[in-house]
Every structure is written in C-alpha cells, then in structure tokens.
C-alpha cells in the first residue's frame, strides 16, 4: 500500500470564504430586519450567552460562529471559542458572546446552523477515522456536499481528521462511468485516451479513474492513471484489486460506505476511501446559545 503524505487535522479558512457564506444566509434569515426582536427588545439592551454543547463531539466552525455573530454589529464580542478539531463533552461552554442583544438575537440562528452542521460532520468524520486508524487509511470527503457550503464542509471534515479529495471539477482529471460510457461510443480504446489526455495535461495534473470491474484495471494501469477508484467493489475484489495493482497507482475504495463496512474496506489494502456520506447525509450536532 502506497504512503501518502499527512495533512494538518484543520486549515485555515479564508476570511471571504465565510463572509461569502454569512452574508447569503442572513440575507435569507435577515432580509428586511429582525421584527420579532425590534417589537420586544430595546435598542439599548446588552445581553451575554454561552454556546453550549447538549452532546459530546469535535469542534469545528469557531470562526464561522464568531463572524456570523458578529456581521450584524461590530460591537457583539465572541470570546473563549473552542479550538477547531478539539473534542467536547455534553454540558461544555464553546464561545461566549455578548453585545447589543438585537444583534444577538437576530445573528444566533444563522451562526447555531453553520456551527452546528460543521460539528457534526467533523464529529462523524472522527469517528471513520478511529474506525480505520490502525491500517494507515486515509478517510476522504466527496463533491455531494450542501451547494455553497462546499468549503466550509471540506474544512470540518480536516477538523475530525478526514482528507480533502478534489475541491471542484477544475482541479483534476476524474473519469467516472459515464465519462467511460462516452469513450465507449467513439473508436477509442480506454488506454489510447488516457495517454492522450495524459500527453495534454500539465504534469502536475493528477489523473484518476473510476473502474467498477475488475477486467477495467489493467488498460487503467496502461493508461498511466495516478488514482484507480474501485466503485462498489466486493472486499473479495476489492482485495484482487489491490494486488493487481501493485503499487502502481494509488488505490481508492468508494461507493455506500459506512461505518459499519468501513474497518473491513480498509483491511483490503487499499490507500484511501471516500465517504459521501460525511457531508451529504449527516446530522447536525446539538448545541445551544444559552442566555443569561
């Protein structure tokens, strides 16, 4: 099984990433004002409040929180947040806020949905990882992540321990089944159009394709593919995958997995595998903004 390098368990967002994000989500919480809090809440009132944890997980989205808490109102304050990738138990103070109360209040569901939904996936992507870690696999997201929140997911994914895959289409050569159904209906062999898209490509460029059968791997391995992803493998194949293989290509199991299959995936040998899942199903953790 080939070794690959390590990343940091959290990297950095960028500051116009999470703006990008807040601004969109209080424009559709928040489009004309807050008429709930202007009725009952007076203009000079101050308020203090605790993001608590109702459950134990990892924490992920300390910036996105103390940003979206504060794009109302420069003068709301977010202090004591918990380190991203730190782990967390039920009853825990994570950040406390305090400021204007309108602005509180009017800013605390838009941060408590993207805080919450970071940590749940940094929660169950921790929980992949310990699944797997004795066999060295790395854990990857997938592109099916919530439209617009793309970087803020990937990040928490890092956050739990997971790696990134891909960010968009523009960043490498993946051809998946229907790319091959393409090719089929021309007079192109597989192997000719992988050299050839090879051949066009800058060197950097990293090629991966995606096989769901075993007789696909060899004209793959000729083709020079960096990445080979055995799509709804039988561990069986999975296995006979890897050995045909043989450290020629890096090896990416894909395709249902869960945490009940994922240990038994990664004793097949392969490199990495890639969890749909921990972006485009999971559940948001339960945290709260307690008031005092």
């Known amino acids: 099984m080939q070794t690959a390098h390590s990343l940091q368990p959290a990297q950095s967002l960028q500051a116009a990433q999470i703006d990008a994000v807040i601004r969109m989500a209080l424009a559709e919480d928040v489009p004309f004002g807050d008429l709930t809090t202007e009725c009952f809440v007076p203009a000079q009132a101050v308020t203090e ?18 940003r979206a808490m504060t794009a109302l109102d420069p003068a709301v304050q977010v202090q004591g947040a918990l380190p991203d990738a730190a782990r ?18 009017s800013a605390e569901r838009t941060a408590l949905n993207l805080v919450q939904r970071m940590s749940g996936i940094a929660t169950l992507t921790a929980e992949y990882v310990r699944t797997v870690e004795a066999t060295g696999v790395r854990i990857a997201d997938t592109r099916k992540t919530t439209p617009g929140l793309r970087a803020l997911e990937r990040h928490a994914v890092r956050c739990g321990g997971g790696h990134n895959h891909r960010f968009s289409l523009s960043d490498a050569v993946m051809a998946k089944d229907n790319h091959l159904a393409m090719l089929s209906e021309g007079s192109e062999d597989l192997t000719s159009a992988l050299r050839r898209a090879r051949a066009t490509l800058p060197h950097t460029t990293h090629l991966e394709v995606e096989v769901d059968r075993l007789s696909q791997i060899p004209a793959v391995l000729e083709g020079g593919a960096d990445t080979i992803m055995l799509d709804n493998f039988s561990l069986e194949d999975l296995r006979r995958g890897v050995e045909m293989i ?20 990664a004793q097949t040998g392969v490199d990495l595998i890639s969890v749909g899942a921990l972006t485009h199903s999971v559940r948001a953790l339960d945290l709260g903004l307690d008031f005092q």
């Open 88 to 105: 967390f138990d039920t009853g825990q103070r994570l950040a406390s806020v305090r400021g204007p109360a309108r602005a509180v209040l």
């Open 246 to 265: 043989h450290g020629c290509a890096l090896v990416e199991a894909s395709g249902g997995v869960t945490l009940e299959t994922v240990g038994a995936i």
């Open 49 to 66: 409040a605790h993001l608590v944890a109702r459950e134990p997980g990892v924490f992920s989205g300390g910036e996105v929180f103390s």
